[in-house]
């Protein structure tokens, strides 16, 4: 059954600068304003910019700030990270984890769960991504990969988490699973969280691809990267999620 939430993810990645942050935070909270409320919208820019978002932000705009990445630790000697409490405190209310750019630095499974965890007892929502190699996609272990992925995350506290499929070699090459592809791993993915499990897709989505990839049943938003810096391809996109509700 299609979901009554269709949940859209800016992830601008290590890309943008304070005023570009700021007026694309107005310019959503602009293309919100007349969209049905089952249309979510989440803005993750760089940490540092993660202000300049929120004040960017008019009042009662529809748009949520959501971070890249946090830490498990809410402090201590821990160079160059972020924790949850910082994020909360901000009024940063999401949070991607597990992004396969950061697993590709070093991040593994267990890191990942931990830091789920520590988002979710500041109030965060974890944005969890997961995802097989080009590698393991042509050796048909997609769902080997995903057990392994899948396994830590089954102790969090659903459904305040969601979850972002994202096949790696899908991500800023401009190629996608087949339709029925995404939705077998959805519908995977929910077998083993949960039927009420929120799973997005990512893996360049963008303004010509997100109406069909949106339209399927066991698919509950969307996370996008490269199309997401530019205004006019999240308005088409978020028009496409308009159309379901
Ligand atoms: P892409 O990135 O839309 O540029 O493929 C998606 C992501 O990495 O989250």
Known sequence: MKSNTTWLVANWKMNG?????????FSLSAALMTVPSGVKLVYC????YLQSALYGLPQNSRVR?????CHSAAEGAFTGEISAPMLAELGVRYV???HSERRAMGETDEMIAAEAAAAQAEGLVPILCVGESE??????KTTEVLNAQLSRLRALASPRFLVAYEPVWA????KTPTLPEISAVHSYIKSVLGSETAVLYGGSVNAGNAKEILGLA?????LIGGASLDITSMRTIIAAACGLH
């Open 218 to 222: 066991e698919v509950s938003g969307a």
């Open 96 to 98: 991607i984890l597990g």
């Open 171 to 174: 991500i800023g090459s401009g």
């Open 45 to 48: 820019p760089p940490a540092v």
């Open 65 to 69: 700030v959501g971070a890249q990445h």
């Open 17 to 25: 600068n304070v005023s570009r942050v700021r007026d694309f935070a």
């Open 135 to 140: 590698a393991a996609y042509n050796a048909q």
